[in-house]
């Protein structure tokens, strides 16, 4: 890539357009030779420059900053708030497999003084402390850590519980003390196990946590066979998923489960995520210095940054970049938990969503172990949802099938992103280094990939496939609405308030929480999809309803009666009671009535009248026409099939812009002066042969106890009929 121009190597037939971008990620044990593949690319001439491999001595010292570890350990974090268990205050019992030595095994060991690893076996010994101190067994861990190639072989055996040791794995018999038989839950008649019975026996101990940060694959499903695996160097140790008895299972190193062995855990009560997702921080943060590095370019070739002064602000920054991939980490870990708790809802979704990603070529479901359509039926008929590996994988082909339609769209161009992509990198280079932001070769992939992973981290797994196929709206349009949507409400700085939370309220609570935020994403967007045509210029829709969501989101509640008031009172009580502060559980229960501005405010520019008034008289028709009671009723249909959603979707949006077409109805028939109450009572009385027949069908519609699509669809044709 010269002057902005692909250069392709000579004499070399291509079949592939152009793609100048290549990287090479070290993988273990490689990580010494990224310095001498960055020699090569210079050599070439190669536009990455020191940028084509991560991690060499002018770049981020993945074991050094522990970031692998880190980013594993906020899935951890994670899988045990939903325990109610917090690893950084209260001890918890961990098996392992590494050696204090390895980066990802040694740095996760250190990430909680509340440790307590009771066994830990890695290629060389087996290590085992049946009752361990947790304060004086992570000082001791520490010093490992820090000692050059250290082996479980050099921990101060002082320090190790009565019945415990370090075994070496050469030995043919490994003695079982009573302790041992306790803790590892060994049958009594347990005299001696050889070193890979016991390393089988620890993979099914009762413990909290399984930290895996060693190299293999140990847990694999009733399903498959040891040649399956293929990993023959374990086989003797290996175990099923349905054998594990930890609570969490945390997996720093690749490959420590096969997916049917993960699937298989966890529909046995296990959780736990995938490798993918645990440990994707390395791979992030290479990611991160590579797309820092071609920015500091253009500085660096117009002479304005030396080499010297390059390598001082990248090390400088270690710990933002940091901070940046661990939020990636904790916001997937979010969508997840929330996934899990909302699957069984969901399983129909998902299960046309998997055949969407399949009809469009970009998944093959067997290939990831995704349940097929009969395997769909038999879970739906015992109440069994997608676990959470499936849900990891699903989530991992939305972002990619989103991705991929984002990238082929002139999304990035708009204005608006410019923010999105200056923040994406560390604040240290934000001002100094604007233009070579600005023209970053790769400005529309980061600002793509940026988006993608906000909106479906918020949002969910399938929210832009419901989006997209409940309006026929395309991605682009989806992504432009949703961030409107997003801005408008101040979406962001709800669902931050709520993660900071953490350890304060129950999970359940933070995600009873984010579920309202999400309707009133749902909502939002498929109102700017529905109401406005084409592309969504965002900061135009922005500025024009931000003054009035702004000025009165913080008052509607005030503004509610009847039913819709005793709802809200209901919600707020709910949330408080779990722990939520008070302004957030006010927000949060207000949100699907705060929502309503955005018809108000369309209202106050058709009518002309002031949003002071409009608000009024909006809720008070709301409550006079029963619009609170038929949303509830519209939500409770059956969600089914994709017609069964796109007519629940239609009918909300019918009984919705019903009670904004009365509303400007009475206003064009009323003085803005008159009291709400007396308006309406105006209106009625005006038309009162109307108002009389649908007043006698609606109260008729009230008193079907559990009405369907049909009945539902006459009440709102009686409110449209009345506004002509």
Known sequence: LKDGAVVPPPDVVRHDGDDPYLVVAADKGTASFSDLANEIAAEHDFWLGDAFASGGSVGYDHKAMGITAKGAWESVKRHFRELDIDTQTQDFTVIGIGDMSGDVFGNGMLLSEHIRLIAAFDHRHVFIDPNPDAKASFEERKRLFDLPRSSWADYNTDLISDGGGVFNRALKAIPISPQMKDVLDIPETTTTLTPAELINAILRAPADLLWNGGIGTYVKSQTETNAD??????????????????????EGGNLGLTQLGRIEAARHGVKLNTDAIDNSAGVDTSDHEVNIKIALDLAVREGRLDAGHREELLQSMTEQVAQKVLQDNYDQNVVLGNARRGAPSLVTVHQRMIRQLEHDGLLDRALEFLPDDEEFATRRAAGEALTSPELAVLLAYAKIALLADLNETDLADDPWFERTLIDYFPPAMREDFTQGISTHPLRAQIINTVVTNRLLNVGGITFVFRAIEETGATAEQ???AALTAMEVFGIDAMWDGVNALDNQIPTSAQSALQLETRRLLDRATRWFLQTRTGDIDIAEQVAYFHPVVSQHSSGVSKMLQGNEAARY?????????????????????????????????????KTGENSATVIPLYFTLSDRYDMDRT????????????????????????????IASLTSTVIE???????PDKRIQQWEEANAEGVARARATLEEINAVEEPDLATLSVALRVLRNLVG
């Open 229 to 250: 695996v293929g990993d023959k160097a374990n086989d003797a140790t290996r175990v099923n998923g349905s054998q594990l008895k930890v609570k969490v299972v945390g």
């Open 478 to 480: 989806v992504v432009r």
């Open 569 to 605: 009172e209901r919600l707020t009580k709910r949330f408080i009671e779990a722990g939520a502060p008070e302004e957030l559980a006010r927000t949060s229960a207000s949100s699907l009535d705060v929502f309503t501005l955005l018809d108000i405010t369309d209202i106050c520019a």
């Open 631 to 658: 949303l509830l009723r519209i939500t409770a249909l059956p969600r089914g099939d994709r017609w069964s959603a796109l007519a629940r979707q239609a009918l909300r949006s019918d009984l919705y812009q019903a």
């Open 669 to 675: 028939s009323t003085d803005a002066s008159t009291p």
